[in-house]
């Protein structure tokens, strides 16, 4: 149900009415300085300023919304208009400069583990400030200072802040309502969209991270929610390239659901990007144990079995997603890889054929086409597969050309030979040059004055 503030205390469990009444009672007996810590969202701190307001309405309250970082909060209070009138000042927002200042670690090689674990390598700004300022605080305003505080933001000011946080009068806890939290988490999982995840900020992410954060570990989380809640703190780590942030949340998230098959599935995906390919192999057989019909977790599955150079395993792999999909034109293309790694150039000429035929636009496929037809020593052929890469994109060709120079060569073509490995030496003269010098291809033309001034630096 949706709570109206002139309910909110009275719709709450027991315990958190009687952590109202705690703070209630210090709000009305603080006189002159006072420091006050409240955990709660952004709604709930509303809902808690305007309680307050009707529960103590002898007092002078007055809020201080913090909509953009600030460095020196002193001077920001000490500018308020009749600020001598105030008693209470409840401040919202200050945890919007710890979103850009956790941010900026990045930049300085901060890895993930400091940036999401409150390391101590730094303090930002705003925090020194209130550190170093406290007695003039304390000095020059008779006013409770109460900050609502998201619960990052409260362990980053125990942290960063300490001296500042010392002279706390209390620290209380108001946690989402059952409806709040639904509502928010269920708005955090309709919002979920990798590809948006992708193009957020820095900043953005981090904002997007931090929510998440407190979603999972409030009190009355479901663990069904927290489960999928973690996935999507995973995928976030894993758009920003923090793999191994990404694994531990898929770890907690299949600990509690273990036939979460998208758990399984997405920390393959970041195990596959740090390289660490039997552990990738593993969460993807757990996906296909759970969902058998999961062809993306076969096709990852054999890409993680290639790179390990098991390829009769990765083509096993290929050949189920076919099975699955047979317009699926990477699984065509990395199975004639696979099968042109054990030399069985005819199939894998057919694997070829069956990806362009899907896709005639890529100029790898024509490439290793070309390459299969030339270790069968069919040299026309390759040549004829050369000229269909180069026709798409003469720009990246450079090792076509060499090839194509390789099948003149061989042919004892002079001319075309000589024509053919002057473009790919022109495209990268270093690389090129280097394995003409050695290349067996080519004993036939080496001692030709042209051949021999291409080589030479």
């Keep these: 149900m949706n709570l109206e503030l002139t309910d909110w205390d009275r719709d709450l469990p027991l315990e958190i009415d009687e952590e109202y009444q705690a703070f209630i009672r210090i709000i009305k007996l603080t006189e002159g300085f006072g420091l006050l810590f409240v955990r709660c969202s952004p709604a709930g701190g509303e809902k808690l300023i305007a309680k307050v307001k009707e529960d103590v309405p002898y007092k002078n309250i007055a809020v201080l919304r913090l909509e953009r970082p600030v460095n020196n909060l002193y001077e920001l209070i000490n500018n308020l208009e009749n600020k001598e009138q105030i008693n209470i000042l409840f401040i919202t927002g200050l945890e919007h400069y710890f979103y850009e200042y956790e941010e900026c670690k990045r930049f300085a090689d901060w890895n993930s583990k400091?940036?999401?674990?409150?390391?101590?390598?730094?303090?930002?700004?705003?925090?020194?400030?209130?550190?170093?300022?406290?007695?003039?605080?304390?000095?020059?305003?008779?006013?409770?200072?109460?900050?609502?505080?998201?619960?990052?933001?409260?362990?980053?000011?125990?942290?960063?802040?300490?001296?500042?946080?010392?002279?706390?009068?209390?620290?209380?806890?108001?946690?989402?309502?059952?409806?709040?939290?639904?509502?928010e988490s269920s708005r955090i999982l309709l919002e979920a969209d990798y590809e948006k995840y992708l193009a957020l900020t820095p900043e953005e992410r981090t904002r997007k991270i931090l929510e998440i954060q407190e979603l999972i570990v409030e009190d009355h989380q479901t663990r069904s929610r927290k489960a999928v809640l973690l996935v999507e703190l995973g995928n976030l780590h894993l758009a920003a390239q923090d793999y191994e942030e990404a694994i531990a949340s898929y770890n907690e998230a299949v600990k509690i659901k273990p036939d979460y098959h998208e758990a399984w599935y997405n920390q393959g995906d970041a195990l596959f990007n740090l390289r660490r390919y039997e552990e990738a192999?593993?969460?993807?057989?757990?996906?296909?144990?759970?969902?058998?019909?999961?062809?993306?977790?076969?096709?990852?599955?054999?890409?993680?079995?290639?790179?390990?150079?098991?390829?009769?395993?990765?083509?096993?792999?290929?050949?189920?997603?076919?099975?699955?999909?047979?317009?699926?034109?990477?699984?065509?293309?990395?199975?004639?890889?696979?099968?042109?790694?054990?030399?069985?150039?005819?199939?894998?000429?057919?694997?070829?054929?069956?990806?362009?035929?899907?896709?005639?636009?890529?100029?790898?496929?024509?490439?290793?086409?070309?390459?299969?037809?030339?270790?069968?020593?069919?040299?026309?052929?390759?040549?004829?597969?050369?000229?269909?890469?180069?026709?798409?994109?003469?720009?990246?060709?450079?090792?076509?050309?060499?090839?194509?120079?390789?099948?003149?060569?061989?042919?004892?073509?002079?001319?075309?030979?000589?024509?053919?490995?002057?473009?790919?030496?022109?495209?990268n003269p270093e690389k090129y040059r280097k394995i003409a010098k050695t290349n067996s291809d080519f004993d036939s033309i080496r001692g030709d004055e042209r051949f021999q001034a291409l080589i030479q630096e």
């Design 114 to 183: 400091d940036i999401y674990s409150y390391s101590w390598k730094g303090v930002p700004p705003v925090l020194i400030n209130l550190n170093q300022q406290r007695e003039r605080f304390r000095d020059n305003f008779n006013i409770c200072f109460v900050f609502l505080l998201p619960q990052f933001a409260i362990k980053y000011f125990i942290q960063r802040a300490p001296d500042f946080f010392d002279w706390r009068s209390g620290v209380f806890e108001f946690p989402i309502d059952l409806e709040t939290l639904k509502q």
């Design 281 to 427: 192999i593993a969460s993807y057989d757990k996906v296909i144990i759970l969902n058998p019909d999961h062809y993306w977790a076969w096709y990852k599955k054999g890409e993680a079995l290639r790179k390990l150079g098991r390829y009769e395993e990765a083509i096993r792999n290929y050949d189920k997603v076919i099975v699955f999909n047979p317009s699926d034109y990477w699984a065509w293309y990395h199975r004639g890889l696979s099968l042109s790694e054990l030399g069985r150039y005819e199939e894998a000429i057919v694997s070829y054929d069956q990806a362009l035929k899907i896709n005639d636009k890529e100029i790898e496929v024509w490439g290793h086409r070309g390459k299969a037809f030339y270790y069968l020593g069919d040299y026309e052929k390759a040549i004829a597969s050369y000229d269909k890469a180069i026709a798409i994109k003469p720009e990246c060709c450079a090792g076509i050309y060499y090839y194509k120079s390789c099948c003149f060569a061989l042919q004892n073509l002079i001319e075309l030979a000589i024509e053919n490995l002057q473009s790919a030496i022109n495209m």
